[in-house]
């Protein structure tokens, strides 16, 4: 099978939402996940969230908190190839109710929406992607670590070595640490993480 990767893209751009100041006005955030993708159980999901999550808050002040039956900041979901795949243009045509659809393997990969946003922190992923948990097409860790960079509202940043690089770009997940610049751009918006701080 011919593969290019460089077609991969983690998500779109939004460009009606401005990423200036876009910005929580709390510390501690909750999460939830909502459903799951086939081929995954349930706990490795979990772990990869709880992971990604960690990647941010160990660099920043943010403290995540996962719910269950109650509402929460961010949500997780995973969603099936929207049947109706045209652009109609405007607000009237809603898919999966944000006007943002999927388009099954490949290609749009998931997309979160900013915290100015009018759905602030929703991650949706593509239930019709493969998603892995190693090298293999799509690191669900990977895009996870992404979408939630623009959940606590980093916007894309055209360096490949960034995590909020607009494509899929493959990282060991087992070794996966932040680029310096996306540290950087992070603690611009949260701060730093206080070192006397307990966990
Ligand atoms: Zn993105
Ligand atoms: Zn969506």
Same mark, same amino acid.
């Given at each position: 099978?011919?593969?290019?990767?460089?077609?991969?893209?983690?998500?779109?751009? /939004?460009?009606?939402?401005?990423? #200036? %100041?876009?910005?929580?006005?709390?510390?501690?955030?909750?999460?939830?996940?909502?459903?799951?993708?086939?081929?995954?159980?349930?706990?490795t999901v979990n772990g990869i969230i709880h992971d990604a999550v960690s990647i941010w808050s160990n660099v920043t002040s943010s403290?995540?908190?996962?719910?269950?039956?109650?509402?929460?900041?961010?949500?997780?979901?995973?969603?099936?190839? /929207?049947?109706?795949?045209?652009? #109609? %243009?405007?607000?009237?045509?809603?898919?999966h109710g944000d006007g943002w659809p999927f388009d099954g393997p490949g290609h749009i990969l998931a997309h979160a929406f900013l915290p100015n946003s009018e759905t602030p922190a929703i991650i949706h992923f593509d239930k019709g992607e493969p998603?892995?948990?190693?090298?293999?097409?799509?690191?669900l860790l990977l895009v996870t670590i992404h979408e939630l960079g623009h959940s606590l509202g980093l916007w894309h940043f055209m360096s490949q070595n960034s995590i909020v690089y607009p494509r899929y770009v493959y990282q060991n997940p087992r070794t996966f640490h932040l680029d310096v610049d996306d540290i950087q751009k992070i603690q611009q918006l949260w701060g730093e993480r206080c070192s006397s701080e307990m966990p």
């Open positions: 099978m011919l593969h290019h990767p460089c077609y991969e893209i983690t998500d779109r751009a /939004d460009y009606s939402i401005s990423p #200036e %100041g876009s910005k929580w006005n709390k510390h501690t955030l909750t999460y939830r996940i909502i459903n799951y993708p086939k081929g995954m159980t349930p706990s403290i995540f908190q996962k719910v269950k039956g109650q509402d929460s900041d961010i949500k997780f979901s995973f969603w099936q190839l /929207d049947k109706k795949l045209t652009w #109609e %243009g405007g607000s009237g045509v809603q898919y998603w892995s948990t190693s090298y293999k097409v799509f690191n």
